[in-house]
T-cell receptor, first 115, second 115 residues
């Protein structure tokens, strides 16, 4: 049973460029959340997708956008990259219905470096 | 205000000994969940243990136990019989409400197990 998979594992971009990160949730999971983890810090919630819609959003500018596909996989897009966007981007999946699973399953992340 | 506070940036522990990682939280929601995750150098966040705010007993998962003191708003993680493979970053996190899968993370504690 595959867990949460993310691609690519590493990415180098320059300021002003756009980037797309991809996530496939754990089998059977229908909800995907994205987190940004700056070096030496805990992850910060970006947004959550369920039924192909953004359901909740953290304190991130609208340069950060996402999408969820019918197969529950998801993309994170970041436009007009800034140096401060350099971070590990983690995807997490879960069941939407509370009680079926209390825990999030995380992928290994995409390390984004903005030069 | 910080929702999750982890005051120990780094800890050393001898192999086979127990170690306690501190976590305090702040919420006015009566329904919440507390999580501990382990993050090795590979980057993946690995779920360790969960405690619900209405749970009467402290959670245990193998060598991990959570010392939940609701009145003090603390949720310390105890790792018993430390192993070299326990060396990693450990994060305390909180989910507020019943259906919200957004987690707020602390800054983390680095644990180094010595042989």
């Amino acid at each position: 049973d595959a867990g949460v998979t993310q691609s690519p594992t590493h990415l180098i971009k320059t300021r002003g460029q756009q980037v797309t990160l991809r996530c496939s949730p754990k089998s059977g999971h229908d909800t995907v959340s994205w987190y940004q983890q700056a070096l030496g810090q805990g992850p910060q919630f970006i947004f959550q997708y369920y039924e192909e819609e953004e359901r909740q959003r953290g304190n991130f500018p609208d340069r950060f956008s996402g999408h969820q596909f019918p197969n529950y996989s998801s993309e994170l897009n970041v436009n007009a990259l800034l140096l401060g966007d350099s971070a590990l981007y983690l995807c997490a999946s879960s069941y939407r219905v509370p009680g079926l699973s209390e825990k999030l399953f995380f992928g290994s992340g995409t390390q984004l470096s903005v030069l | 205000a910080q929702k999750i506070t982890q005051t120990q940036p780094g800890m050393f522990v001898q192999e086979k000994e127990a170690v306690t990682l501190d976590c305090t939280y702040d919420t006015s929601d009566p329904s919440y969940g507390l999580f501990w995750y382990k993050q090795p150098s590979s980057g993946e966040m690995i779920f360790l243990i969960y405690q619900g705010s209405y749970d009467q007993q402290n959670a245990t998962e193998g060598r991990y136990s959570l010392n939940f003191q609701k009145a003090r708003k603390s949720a310390n993680l105890v790792i018993s019989a430390s192993q070299l493979g326990d060396s990693a970053m450990y994060f305390c996190a909180m989910r507020e409400g019943n259906s919200d899968y957004k987690l707020s993370f602390g800054a983390g504690t680095t644990v180094t197990v010595r042989a």
